[in-house]
């Protein structure tokens, strides 16, 4: 339900059409209905990095990434239309199941940073301990994403703008006396008028690229769609696993879609079909199975998934939403100096910069 505040209405550009430019518009909206939200958006579909598709190969709905959400994540559960929470994560190991995740420690920080554990910045560290703690059992549990990512999130976010304009790419910008007078697009050149605010809720490259911002080193994640003939079952029948000796670290069981996420996965060597042969085989042997026939699968892997999370990476990060534009402010999971590159910090992000 939108909290509506009153004050003078505004016209606000947003430009990125991700999780971050997207929150922004409601946050934007609760501080005056009368706020006039224009996003623009390179892509021809909002969702940036976080977005459900039809998939013809397998016949169903993904995601692009199976998204992981925490019970710590309110953010994220305040806009979701009721997320559904499948239990605490139990880790897999020599045949049988581990849920103490404190002796994970290495592969969780893996996880939640897509960053090698020993590469983690310790501001980061901190950061994710501070959230958690104390570690009760409903901050730690875990919803993921079903192939709704677009009709939870997406979806009933972009209501919150006035107009959206897809494929539309920024690609210079005019500034005058401070301020940003001109967005140039690939399609249109937007004068911005001298009571108008920007929200620039791009990834961390094309910020980089456009407003010469800092360079960022990034990190890939891949992510393995199965389309089984029957729905499978995990070991005592959880829905979700992690599987720390295995290629992939989390498996996740959607009705008849198993879903396999690795991290930090840039140095993988097998290519689309190995890889999936080879999680394929893994998966069997988590209930004891002999490799049966491959089923269909769809392999997704995301060069540049997240920023790098280490110190050097974190500390090229901003202290604070704002730039050297007086009418600019800035959001994007990247922006959150300490914060994990996640969903929560991109709609934290957004009440940062609304604000
Ligand atoms: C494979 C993968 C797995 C992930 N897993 C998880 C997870 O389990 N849990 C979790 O919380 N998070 C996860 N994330 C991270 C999460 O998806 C991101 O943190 C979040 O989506 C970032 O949102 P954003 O709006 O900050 O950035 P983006 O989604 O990158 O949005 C930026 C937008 O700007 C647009 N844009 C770029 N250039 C221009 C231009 N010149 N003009 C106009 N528009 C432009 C882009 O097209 C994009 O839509 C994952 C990400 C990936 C890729």
Redo the contacts with the bound molecule.
């Keep these: 339900m939108l909290r509506v505040m009153s004050g003078k209405a505004l016209t606000y550009h947003i430009?990125?059409?991700?999780?971050?430019?997207?929150?922004a518009a409601k946050f934007i909206k609760e501080k005056n209905i009368k706020n006039k939200v224009v996003l623009?958006?390179?892509?021809a579909k909002?969702?940036?990095?976080?977005f459900s598709f039809f998939d013809a190969g397998l016949d169903r709905t993904i995601d692009?990434?199976?998204?992981?959400?925490l019970g710590a994540?309110k953010g994220?559960i305040n806009l979701m239309n009721r997320p559904e929470f499948s239990g605490k994560a139990k880790f897999f190991e020599n045949g049988t199941i581990n849920g103490k995740f404190w002796n994970y420690k290495d592969f969780i920080l893996l996880?939640v940073f897509?960053t090698k554990a020993d590469e983690v910045a310790p501001s980061l560290i901190k950061k994710l301990a501070f959230k958690l703690f104390p570690f009760l059992p409903n901050r730690l549990k875990i919803c993921?994403?079903k192939g709704d990512l677009t009709s939870k999130l997406i979806e009933p976010l972009s209501r919150y703008t006035d107009e959206i304009k897809l494929s539309?790419?920024?690609?210079d910008f005019t500034a005058e006396n401070d301020k940003i007078s001109l967005l140039t697009?690939n399609k249109s050149k937007v004068p911005i008028a001298p009571q108008d605010k920007i929200i620039c809720?791009?990834?961390?490259?094309?910020?980089s690229?456009?407003f010469s911002g800092p360079k960022f080193e990034f990190n890939?994640?891949?992510?393995i769609f199965y389309r089984t003939s029957t729905p499978l079952t995990l070991p005592e029948d959880s829905k979700f696993i992690a599987t720390p000796q295995n290629t992939a670290d989390w498996i996740f069981i959607n009705d008849d879609i198993v879903a396999a996420?690795i991290s930090n996965s840039a140095a993988l060597t097998e290519g689309d079909d190995e890889l999936a042969r080879k999680i394929w085989i893994e998966i069997r042997a988590l209930n004891g199975l002999k490799p049966a026939f491959l089923p269909s699968y769809r392999v997704?892997?995301?060069k540049?998934?997240?920023i790098k999370q280490d110190g050097k990476n974190n500390r090229l990060r901003p202290c604070s939403a704002n730039t050297k534009f007086k009418n600019m402010k800035l959001?994007?999971?990247?922006?959150m100096k300490n914060w994990?590159?996640?969903?929560?910090?991109?709609i934290q992000?957004?009440k940062r910069a609304v604000k």
Aim: net charge negative.
């Design positions: 430009i990125g059409g991700g999780i971050a430019g997207l929150a623009y958006e390179a892509a909002l969702g940036g990095r976080c692009n990434a199976t998204h992981v959400i994540n994220v996880s897509n993921y994403s539309h790419k920024l690609l697009f809720a791009l990834d961390a490259a094309n910020y690229r456009i890939e994640i891949a992510n996420t997704m892997r995301y540049q998934a997240t959001a994007g999971d990247w922006t994990p590159c996640c969903l929560e910090a991109a992000s957004a």
